[in-house]
């Protein structure tokens, strides 16, 4: 089968309410009983503990941000958390706090337009964007706690889509991005199990997605698409065994190196 270019084609709303859903309840339930000041780490300096605030903070901060329809960037991320005081209950607060998000993304017409910090400028982006956010952080509990974990490869694929589409745009709170350069190179991202591709073009005043219009990139990674997902998020090295590299190995460590957040 070959290769498709999926960039900027997001999945139904529905499946991302139906998917926060889920990921939410596995995340609380793999964290649930586990020592809070675990460390986690696929996030250095973080324990369970800081990782549980993390994935229900944001996801309150989210819905705040979907009720009020925002046009403009906030100027306050506060919020009301109503946080136990013992991180002990911290699985429960995160479980606890799953209807009243799933309400806002039922209520919420994904078309309306509204700020978003990256390329798509309506509501379904928080969606997107809270999907990722706990899913990713899903699995970083699951390995903390030493479970196996597993990834949709559908919702895989979409996570590497959703990743790449908005980097361009994330240098606001990763900033290496905005070093990213090249002198007209290109990467691509190929997921083995759904056949799709991404390529990045690496420009001098920076980089962009590109179109596949047949020809080698100057350096590739090849991976089932949950392995790819979680080495964009610097969760997994492409040295790590299921990935296939050709190229220019030295692309990637620049790319690597300036896309972590």
């Known amino acids: 089968m070959a290769a498709t270019n999926k960039a900027g084609h997001p999945l139904p709303y529905d499946t991302y309410r139906e998917a926060i859903a889920r990921e939410t309840l596995r995340f609380a339930e ?3 009983g586990a020592d809070p000041t675990s460390a986690v780490p696929s ?3 973080w324990t369970l503990a800081d990782l549980t605030r993390h994935v229900g903070a944001l996801q309150r901060w989210f819905a705040t941000l979907l009720t009020q329809r925002v046009q403009e960037p906030p100027r306050s991320r ?5 946080l136990p005081q013992d991180p002990r209950d911290y699985p429960g607060w995160v479980a606890a706090g799953e209807p009243a998000v799933a309400a806002v993304l039922r209520d919420t017409d994904p078309e309306a337009s509204m ?4 390329e798509d400028r309506h509501a379904r982006f928080w969606a997107r ?3 990722f956010e706990t899913l990713v952080h899903r699995v970083d ?3 903390a706690v030493g479970r196996a974990a597993d990834i949709d490869p559908a919702l895989a694929a979409d996570g590497v889509d959703e990743f790449l589409v908005n980097l361009p745009h994330a240098g606001l709170f990763a900033p290496g991005v905005t070093k990213l350069r090249g002198d007209g190179e290109t990467l691509a991202f190929h997921c083995t199990d759904t056949a799709e591709e991404w390529r990045v073009r690496l420009d001098p005043d920076g980089f962009r997605l590109a179109e ?3 020809g080698e990139p100057a350096a590739a990674v090849h991976a089932r698409a949950a392995d790819l997902l979680l080495l964009l998020y610097g969760r997994r090295s492409y040295q790590d065994p299921g990935h296939e590299v050709s190229g220019r190995t030295a692309l ?7 896309t972590a957040f």
């Open 30 to 32: 793999a964290v649930e």
């Open 43 to 45: 996030c250095p300096g």
């Open 78 to 82: 506060d919020v009301e958390l109503g």
């Open 115 to 118: 700020w978003a910090w990256g």
């Open 129 to 131: 964007r809270m999907l």
């Open 141 to 143: 509990a699951e390995h």
């Open 212 to 214: 596949i219009t047949g």
């Open 252 to 258: 990637l460590d620049n790319w690597f190196a300036h």
